[in-house]
Every structure is written in structure tokens, then in C-alpha cells.
């Protein structure tokens, strides 16, 4: 089959393509969303920033395939072969890829939200970056994969293979479920929870809406252009921290000490400021940081 019949049928309402072999098929920005290609051969096909949400890709062969920004959010990957797929900001949130092989699979900034990869194969894959909150990796062999940087919050990597895992910089709070005995701290990742010290870290561009970090220590943390909408940093020191171009609208900063922080750029619309009222001018910021 090639891309032109495909997109025609699909235009005319065909949703089954059951084993079509569309290996290397330009499918740049196709809509193929809710289709079905169980079995069906994707291998080396393009298919940058295409719309496959909600798509079943069960046991699909994607091996090679350029899946960069493409959406599939809600698709069925389970056991789909994506060894060496490039994801690279895919939108993966809630998809199923459980037993899928993602082997040395780029999935850099990769939305993997609520994902199930439960006995998934990630070893040496590239996930910096990427967000797995929520996600279930139970069982997953996470062999020599790259998790640095990624966002762990609420996600069970219970029973997974963390053999030379690479966690540096990696984000996870209270929630966050670890193989027994292993120590996140020791590989490098950050605890982010109520009274923690951050303090000096470069966390320039972290995505935390609603993050809890009550009376925590972040003074000269980098938190520019960071995404903290509705967080608690009620009580936290925030002195010399450098929050320019972020996003604290709904935040609360009751009783903070925001002595030196730098807020060019800030958005502080809804945001309690530390004397406990509501930011309504550019002079009540500047007198915060006094």
C-alpha cells in the first residue's frame, strides 16, 4: 500500500489497515487518528508530527521510524518494535507500550505521562528530558537507559532494571516508586517535596504545576522561564534565586523570602506574594524583592 491510498482510504473513512506494509512511507503530518495498524509494517516510514492518537499499533513494526513530535497520545503500542524509533517530542501521554522494545529509541522531551510500560524494553534509550509522571515502568528494562533530567513524579519503576541508569538531574517526589534498595539520590536525581534543599541547582525550564515545596531551601536555584503554576512555595528561601520569565500565576508565596530573587519577565497573575496578598502590580514584585 502506498501513502496516497492510504490517506484516501482513511479520507473515505477505512480505519483497518490490519497488516499494510508502509515501510518507509512519507506520512509527514498525516491524520491517521484512531486507525488501526496491528501487525502492519511502519518500518523507516516518516511520519513527523503526525496525528496517530488514539491509533493501535499493536505489534507494529516502527523500527527506524521518524516519529519526532508526532501524537499518539492514547495509541496502543504494546508490543510494538520501536528499536531506534525517533520520538523525540512525541506525545506518548496514557499510551500503551506494555512489552514494547524500545532499545536505543530516542524519546528526548518525550510526553510520557500516565504511560504504561510495564515489562517495556528502554534499555539504552534516550529519555532526557522526558516526562513520566505517572507512568508505570514496572519491569522495565531500563538497562544503560538515559533518564537524566526526565520528571518522575508518581511513577512506578518498581521491579524495573536500573543497571548503569543514568538519573542525573532526574526529578521524583514522595510518590515516586523505586527498586527496592536503590538509592535515586546516590544516581543523581532530586527529591522535590515540602522543607528538601534545592539550593544552587539549575532547574532553568522544569515543567511543576501544583509542586509542593513548602519552607524548602531553594536560594540561588535556577528556575527561569519554569513552568510552577499553583506551586506551595509558601515559607521556602528563595533568596538570589533567579525566576525570570517563569510562570508563578496561582502560586503561592506567603511568608517566602524573596530577598535578591530576579523576576524580569514573571508571570504573577493570582500569585499570593509573600505578605499573604494577591500580586496585582509590577510595584508590589519590586517591593517583595526589597
Not at 90 to 119: H, K, Q, R, V, Y
Not at 128 to 154: F, M, P, Q
Not at 245 to 260: D, T
Request: proline share 2%; charged share 15%.
Amino acid at each position: 500500500m502506498n501513502p496516497d491510498e492510504l490517506l484516501r482510504k482513511y479520507a473515505a473513512g477505512e480505519r483497518d489497515f490490519f497488516l499494510a506494509d508502509l515501510s518507509a512511507a512519507h506520512l509527514k503530518h498525516a491524520n491517521l487518528s484512531g486507525a488501526d495498524f496491528t501487525q502492519a509494517n511502519l518500518s523507516g516510514a516518516n511520519l513527523l508530527q503526525a496525528n496517530l492518537s488514539r491509533a493501535t499499533l499493536s505489534t507494529a513494526d516502527l523500527r527506524q521510524a521518524d516519529l519526532e513530535a508526532a501524537n499518539l497520545q492514547g495509541a496502543d503500542l504494546s508490543g510494538a518494535d520501536l528499536i531506534g524509533t525517533n520520538l523525540s517530542g512525541a506525545n506518548l501521554n496514557f499510551a500503551g507500550l506494555t512489552g514494547a522494545d524500545l532499545s536505543g529509541a530516542i524519546l528526548m522531551i518525550a510526553g510520557l505521562i500516565g504511560a504504561d510500560l510495564n515489562g517495556a524494553n528502554l534499555s539504552e534509550a534516550n529519555l532526557v528530558g522526558a516526562n513520566l509522571r505517572g507512568a508505570n515502568l514496572i519491569g522495565a528494562n531500563l538497562n544503560k537507559t538515559n533518564l537524566s533530567e526526565t520528571y518522575l513524579h508518581e511513577a512506578d519503576l518498581s521491579e524495573a532494571n536500573f543497571n548503569n541508569v543514568n538519573l542525573q538531574r532526574s526529578l521524583y517526589n514522595e510518590k515516586t516508586l523505586f527498586p527496592l534498595g536503590f538509592d535515586p539520590v546516590e544516581a543523581g536525581a532530586y527529591l522535590v517535596a515540602p522543607h528538601v534543599s534545592l539550593a544552587g541547582l539549575n532547574l532553568s525550564g522544569v515543567y511543576l504545576p501544583g509542586v509542593n515545596l513548602q519552607g524548602a531551601n531553594l536560594s540561588q536555584i535556577d528556575l527561569s522561564q519554569s513552568t510552577l503554576i499553583w506551586a506551595d512555595l509558601s515559607g521556602a528561601n528563595l533568596t538570589g534565586a533567579n525566576l525570570s520569565n517563569a510562570n508563578l500565576s496561582g502560586a503561592n508565596l506567603s511568608g517566602a523570602n524573596l530577598s535578591g530573587v530576579n523576576l524580569d519577565g514573571a508571570n504573577l497573575s493570582g500569585t499570593t506574594m509573600p505578605n499573604g496578598e494577591l500580586h496585582n502590580s509590577e510595584r508590589i514584585a519590586r517591593q517583595a524583592c526589597n
